[in-house]
Structure formats: C-alpha cells, structure tokens
Nanobody, 114 residues
Framework: VQLQASGGGLVQPGGSLRLSCAAS????????MDWYRQAPGKQRELVAT???????NYADSVKGRFAISRDGAKNTVYLQMNSLKPEDTAVYYC?????????WGQGTQVTVSS
C-alpha cells in the first residue's frame, strides 16, 4: 500500500491549504485514515481521523478550522485547513490503519508565516 501526500506549502496566518492523501487502494479498505503532524522538537500528534464509516474526529487545537473528508472514487483523503495559525506549522503525515498493520505516507511541509 502506498500513501502519497501533497498540498503543503507556505501560507500567511489566516490563510487556507488543502492537503491530499492518495492511496493505492480504496480508502474504505482501511479502518480509518488520519492526518498527523510533527513540529520541530515536538512529538507527532494526531490531527484528524475519518473512519471507514465516515465518522470524523479532530484534535481540540484544530476543531472548527480543519475538516477531513474523502473522495472514494479517487481513493483520496483530504484535509482542508482554514484560519491557519503559526502554531500549525509542521510536517503533516497521512496514515492509514487496519487491524493488522499501519501505513504511513511521506510528509508534506506546512509553514504558516507572514
């Protein structure tokens, strides 16, 4: 299984970005797909999750600003990030899990700075 993350970049505070995670098989074949992030000097943290049934969950720090969604036809999960803050700066990773294995994509850098 391959997960290809894209969409990162440099954005000003208050701006928006949309990250994409393209999977090499159906996103519904995983129990859940997630976005994690890791800022310099910090531990990797869970940002948002979407289950195979469509349930979504978010870290408190991004609730109301970020939205995770999927396009089943494209085997892709998205993370729409609005009202970005400097503290959202991190490398963002796509993750997919089954009951027997975890899969990780490569990271995509998001930098929020004026």
């Amino acid at each position: 299984v391959q997960l290809q993350a894209s969409g990162g970049g440099l954005v000003q505070p208050g701006g928006s970005l949309r990250l994409s995670c393209a999977a090499s098989r159906s996103t519904f074949s995983f129990n859940a797909m997630d976005w994690y992030r890791q800022a310099p000097g910090k531990q990797r943290e869970l940002v948002a999750t979407i289950t195979s049934g469509g349930t979504t969950n978010y870290a408190d720090s991004v609730k109301g600003r970020f939205a995770i969604s999927r396009d089943g036809a494209k085997n892709t999960v998205y993370l729409q990030m609005n009202s970005l803050k400097p503290e959202d700066t991190a490398v963002y990773y796509c993750h997919a899990g089954t009951i027997v294995r975890d899969y990780w994509g490569q990271g995509t850098q998001v930098t929020v700075s004026s």
